[in-house]
């Protein structure tokens, strides 16, 4: 074989034998030649359910027949909302819900009618066939005139914002009315979810009624996630309910303290008004609006929105206007048309005139500066946290600001109408 033979020769082996050898791989060996791993497939685990029921709030729905929403949250689906409610008889009655899934958890709402007063009830939420709640007592106290109730605003999620509720709860009120910005959560739900928490003490206990403030328009700009969290008698939140021988009208007059008064709820404040007044049964005419008519507060003062409802006040002979937006507290003399009916310290009786109280202490941190001077109608103001505790009698109502931290009693007056 001569030197060119070879030449040819040599490669072309080579080459046929590289082809074998990778034919040979094709159909012989287990797979591509790859680095060998070992895989473990991975089976998805369930995330863990959770049936819990949490955040257990009740309001009105309606007031004839009483009838009360109970609302409560999970982060699960169950298949059944229900409140398993015991009567004092022990009697066992559940009544039926319904829940909604938004913004990752399920919002359960139960309405619950023709509920006796006087009566405490046991009840507890949830679905029986998977998980139940503890067991809570709802005490409706009875409709006649001698009840109290508690009243705060502005109140978020902090330990101050907690040690209202706790304290709340030892003066054992009938209900609790909030004057608005309530969580401060805007569009973040576990905002709302913490402040739920902090307020179940006080909320699942007794009707839990709330105002509108601006910061429930925080987020979306609108009142949406606040009808699916706590859906009250009204979706804007204007409504009046009678209790014993009063009437409570809470106002939402929108999300800007500056803004002019809408001409249709200013028509609607004087109609309600003007009923509650005409009605015979009705001794006391309780107004709750967050944006105060009246505060020497240096961060917000006296809202103009709510400045002309001032007339209505005067008109059909409002006892009290309770309001947040400053977080402070502060309470003026009776008013009528701007002027001080009587400059007495802690007992009015026949006052003729409104007092406007603000109670905007509940949590939110604190507006320490005043206006100076302080204003003529201007009794007292301080910078604390704290709430009000009202007791209500035939011919009296006994007003207590209470301070949140120890419970004790910081300002007081009496009023009394023969
Ligand atoms: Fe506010």
Same mark, same amino acid.
């Given at each position: 074989?001569?030197?060119?033979?070879?030449?040819?020769?040599?490669?072309?082996?080579?080459?046929?034998?590289?082809?074998?050898?990778?034919?040979?791989?094709?159909?012989?060996?287990?797979?591509?030649?790859?680095?060998?791993?070992?895989?473990?497939?991975?089976?998805?685990? +369930? /995330?863990?359910?959770?049936?819990? &029921?949490?955040?257990?709030?009740?309001?009105?729905?309606?007031?004839? +027949?009483?009838?009360?929403?109970?609302?409560?949250?999970?982060?699960?689906?169950?298949?059944?909302?229900?409140?398993?409610?015991?009567?004092?008889?022990?009697?066992?009655?559940?009544?039926?819900?319904?829940?909604? $899934?938004?913004?990752?958890?399920?919002?359960?709402?139960?309405?619950?009618?023709?509920? @006796?007063?006087?009566?405490?009830?046991?009840?507890?939420?949830?679905?029986?066939?998977?998980?139940?709640?503890?067991?809570?007592?709802?005490?409706?106290?009875?409709?006649? #005139?001698?009840?109290?109730?508690?009243?705060?605003?502005?109140?978020?999620?902090? *330990?101050?914002?907690?040690?209202?509720?706790? #304290?709340?709860?030892?003066?054992?009120?009938?209900?609790?009315?909030?004057?608005?910005?309530?969580?401060?959560?805007?569009?973040?739900?576990?905002?709302?979810?913490?402040?739920?928490?902090?307020?179940?003490?006080? /909320?699942? #206990?007794?009707?839990?009624?709330? @105002?509108?403030?601006?910061?429930?328009?925080?987020? @979306? !700009?609108?009142?949406?996630?606040?009808?699916?969290? $706590? +859906?009250?008698?009204?979706?804007?939140?204007?409504?009046?309910?009678?209790?014993?021988?009063?009437?409570?009208?809470?106002?939402?007059?929108?999300?800007?303290?500056?803004?002019?008064?809408?001409?249709?709820?200013?028509?609607?404040?004087?109609?309600?008004?003007?009923?509650?007044?005409?009605?015979?049964?009705? *001794?006391?005419?309780?107004? $709750?609006?967050?944006?105060?008519?009246?505060?020497?507060?240096?961060?917000?003062?006296?809202?103009?929105?709510?400045? +002309?409802?001032?007339?209505?006040?005067?008109?059909?002979?409002?006892?009290?206007?309770?309001?947040?937006?400053?977080?402070?507290?502060?309470?003026?003399?009776?008013?009528?048309? !701007?002027?001080?009916?009587?400059?007495?310290?802690?007992?009015?009786?026949? &006052?003729?005139?409104?007092?406007?109280?603000?109670?905007?202490?509940?949590?939110?941190?604190?507006?320490?500066?005043?206006?100076?001077?302080?204003?003529?109608?201007?009794?007292?103001?301080? @910078?604390?946290?704290?709430?009000?505790?009202?007791?209500?009698?035939?011919?009296?109502?006994?007003?207590?600001?209470?301070?949140?931290?120890?419970?004790?009693?910081?300002?007081?007056?009496?009023?009394?109408?023969?």
């Amino acid at each position: 074989m001569n030197k060119r033979v070879l030449a040819f020769t040599v490669p072309l082996l080579i080459l046929i034998f590289i082809i074998a050898i990778y034919i040979g791989g094709q159909f012989n060996s287990q797979g591509p030649l790859e680095p060998s791993e070992t895989v473990t497939p991975t089976i998805p685990s +369930p /995330a863990p359910k959770n049936f819990t &029921p949490f955040g257990i709030h009740i309001t009105f729905a309606r007031l004839k +027949p009483l009838t009360l929403n109970f609302i409560w949250i999970t982060a699960s689906p169950t298949n059944n909302s229900i409140v398993e409610l015991s009567k004092p008889d022990g009697d066992v009655i559940r009544y039926n819900g319904s829940q909604i $899934f938004y913004k990752k958890f399920y919002w359960h709402i139960v309405s619950a009618s023709n509920l @006796a007063l006087s009566n405490k009830y046991e009840y507890r939420v949830g679905d029986p066939d998977i998980e139940m709640s503890p067991k809570f007592i709802l005490w409706l106290g009875s409709n006649n #005139t001698n009840f109290n109730f508690t009243v705060y605003g502005d109140q978020g999620t902090n *330990k101050y914002s907690r040690m209202v509720v706790q #304290t709340s709860v030892k003066f054992n009120p009938m209900f609790n009315i909030h004057v608005g910005d309530l969580s401060y959560g805007g569009s973040r739900v576990d905002q709302w979810i913490k402040w739920f928490n902090i307020i179940e003490p006080l /909320a699942s #206990t007794r009707p839990y009624l709330i @105002a509108v403030g601006n910061h429930e328009y925080d987020g @979306a !700009g609108d009142l949406s996630d606040l009808n699916i969290y $706590f +859906p009250s008698i009204d979706s804007k939140y204007n409504y009046w309910f009678i209790w014993g021988n009063s009437f409570f009208l809470v106002i939402n007059p929108g999300p800007y303290d500056d803004a002019l008064l809408d001409s249709t709820l200013y028509d609607w404040v004087n109609q309600s008004l003007r009923f509650a007044s005409m009605n015979p049964n009705i *001794k006391w005419i309780f107004v $709750f609006v967050h944006y105060p008519p009246y505060s020497s507060g240096a961060s917000h003062g006296s809202s103009k929105i709510t400045e +002309p409802l001032k007339e209505l006040f005067d008109l059909y002979g409002v006892d009290i206007v309770f309001s947040g937006h400053e977080h402070n507290y502060e309470r003026t003399y009776p008013l009528k048309h !701007g002027s001080i009916m009587s400059y007495n310290d802690s007992l009015y009786i026949n &006052p003729n005139g409104t007092i406007y109280i603000v109670v905007g202490g509940a949590g939110g941190g604190l507006y320490k500066s005043f206006i100076e001077p302080k204003p003529a109608w201007s009794y007292y103001r301080e @910078a604390r946290y704290s709430f009000g505790v009202i007791i209500v009698n035939e011919n009296k109502v006994i007003f207590r600001a209470i301070d949140a931290v120890n419970g004790t009693v910081f300002d007081e007056f009496t009023l009394i109408k023969k």
